[in-house]
């Protein structure tokens, strides 16, 4: 092939890159559109729904409450008195603490079974001799020892309020259609210093406002592996959890979804649980679920189009998945641009305008966009305490993203990665005691 024409190849395909950068950056605004538009009607539904009558006590059904936890004796303690407090009749209470530990964890995961059996809880200690499949390996296991009609799922660095489950099984109950019931991840430690500060922030604009838009505009939305309720057999008939993935619990959800089941977002219900508190342990954490949403991209993409979910859905499916190829397009443009500027045209109008496009659109403004979003309608917050540490919290999160980039190669590449919990400390809120550094938490 002429020189000539390799190097046109090269351009178009550079093109074609930073056309699709630009189309990733665009459908942030789309979220961000959604979530205004559809809020208002969206929390009159939520408050309706919260409102609807559950049975007398006595009809209530039983509810399997799942713990699943490797290496977090610090935490097991804490979620178990919680769960000890829920506002549901204690005989209709069953508690499975899925412990795949390989140090001393187990011994405290045991004592808390004992502590919730002496509240009057059947509560079941479980645990493997492997890690076969990982927490969706033992989430499965859990669900062979059990029979219960509905399953909510707690990561044991969560604390449910006492009302997080008739909250989550109001609407499960008056709609049979309705697979699963998610519940807005809050956080326990927002306050503690930059890392936690911006962690916050950045989650914010993913559980509170776009998890939102998806759901209030009628497209698929994923669980978070946490803070929500189930249905069984909205599990049983997308196959059950799988452990090809590190995202089982965006795989699950999706499977789910496919097979008709709808999945409810409630903004008003927050669970908190606890961020990681430095830089090197939120970079692990992230990693893995960056490669756990790529490998769920290449697992589900052609199951979405094969679906019967409308051409619009499918599209919007398309660009959330699609997200998790970051690394190889990224990777991709990168090298176009390199040679494109270096021994082909250079730098041309089309290529330098759709750079700043994508930059602006995918790293910079939408995600910002997001943030204030986030912290303005769900936190109460405003511009004038948001917006001197917007650049840092925005800068955290692209080194964050750069620096996991080979997540989504490895999964392209069908590298295996073992699921590792992310290490927690059972930390008590700075907040809720008065000395947070750094801004409050506010909102509902």
């Known amino acids: 092939m002429p020189y000539s024409e390799i190097f046109q190849f090269n351009h178009a395909l550079l093109l074609s890159c930073l056309a699709i950068h630009c189309l990733l950056g665009a459908s942030v605004f789309w979220i961000a559109v959604q979530y205004l538009r559809h809020r208002q009607q969206a929390l009159a539904n939520e408050a309706r729904l919260l409102a609807l009558p559950l049975p007398p006590e006595n009809d209530l059904p039983d509810v399997l409450i799942q713990l699943p936890t490797f290496n977090e004796g610090a935490l097991i303690a804490r979620v178990a ?53 990982f927490k ?6 859990g669900l062979r020892h059990s029979e219960q009609e509905f399953v909510a799922i707690l990561d044991a660095d969560y604390v449910p309020g006492r009302d997080f489950l008739r909250a989550c099984m109001r609407p499960l109950m008056n709609d049979g259609g309705l697979g ?66 590190l995202a089982e619990d965006l795989d699950l959800s999706y499977r789910a979804q496919l097979k008709g089941w709808r999945a409810l977002f409630l903004s008003t219900v927050a669970v908190k649980g606890e961020l990681p508190g430095s830089m090197g342990v939120w970079r692990l954490q992230q990693f893995r679920w960056t490669k756990g949403f790529a490998e769920a991209g290449r697992k589900l993409l052609w199951p979405v189009w094969r679906s019967h979910l409308s051409v619009g859905q499918k599209l919007v ?45 995918g790293a910079i403004i939408g995600p910002a966009m997001l943030i204030l979003i986030s912290q303005m309608f769900v936190r109460g917050s405003g511009l004038r305490s948001e917006l001197p540490r917007l650049p840092a919290v925005v800068g955290l999160q692209i080194l964050m993203g750069l620096a996991n980039l080979r997540g989504t190669v490895q999964a392209l590449t069908g590298r295996g990665t073992a699921f590792e919990r992310t290490p927690k400390l059972a930390a008590q809120s700075a907040v809720s005691s008065g000395h947070a550094r750094y801004a409050p938490e506010t909102g509902p």
């Open 81 to 133: 008195e919680a769960v000890k407090s829920l506002d549901w009749p204690t005989a209709r209470l069953h508690v499975q603490i899925l412990d795949d530990s390989t140090d001393h964890s187990t011994n405290l995961s045991e004592a808390a079974a004992g502590a919730l059996r002496a509240s009057g809880i059947d509560a079941l200690l479980i645990t493997r001799g492997h890690r076969s499949g």
């Open 180 to 245: 699963f019931v998610q519940a807005r991840c809050d956080y326990l430690n927002a306050g503690d210093n930059i890392v936690t500060y911006a962690q916050q922030r950045i989650l914010d604009a993913h559980f509170a406002v776009e998890q939102a838009a998806r759901n209030w505009s009628g497209q698929v939305m994923p669980f978070n592996g946490t803070c929500g309720v189930w249905r069984r057999a909205a599990i049983d008939s997308a196959g059950g959890w799988q452990g090809d993935t």
């Open 317 to 361: 499916s398309t660009l959330h998945l699609g997200s998790g190829l970051l690394g190889p397009l990224f990777a991709l443009t990168a090298a176009t641009a390199a040679i494109d500027l270096t021994m082909g045209y250079g730098l041309t109008w089309p290529v330098a305008a759709l750079i700043a496009l994508s930059l602006l659109e």
């Open 136 to 141: 969706a390996g033992a989430l499965a296991e």
